[in-house]
């Protein structure tokens, strides 16, 4: 089971209790944007075997959005923390490390 803490109320609670909201800190392209760039954005995600950013709702909570670091095979939680942050915070990359120093980088 999946257990994650909302950064904006502070609840730790089980996957049922969120929504997954997909990959984060994606770099969003609209009006003016080549097609290659507007396609990689709507449809090319990624989906790696190891340290995950993703975006998550507290559905049952205090409906807020976050972002969590995770790893998708043992389902390990790093952190989590708000999603108004534009990249992985420094905290954050070093607490991945301390438990993966094989890590190859951020995203």
Known sequence: MLLLT??????????TEFTP?????LKRF??????A????YMFQ?????D?????????YGCGKWFLAARCTMTLEVFAT???QTLEPPAEV????RARRPDWEGVQ
């Open 45 to 49: 995600r990624k989906n790696p075997r």
């Open 37 to 40: 760039e507007f396609d990689a």
């Open 21 to 25: 909201g997909g990959e984060a800190h």
């Open 6 to 15: 909302c950064p904006c109320c502070g609840v730790t609670a089980e996957e």
């Open 93 to 96: 990359i070093e607490k991945i």
């Open 81 to 83: 923390y708000p999603a």
């Open 51 to 59: 340290v995950h950013f993703e975006r998550w709702r507290h559905a």
């Open 30 to 35: 609209g009006p003016g944007s080549s097609d």
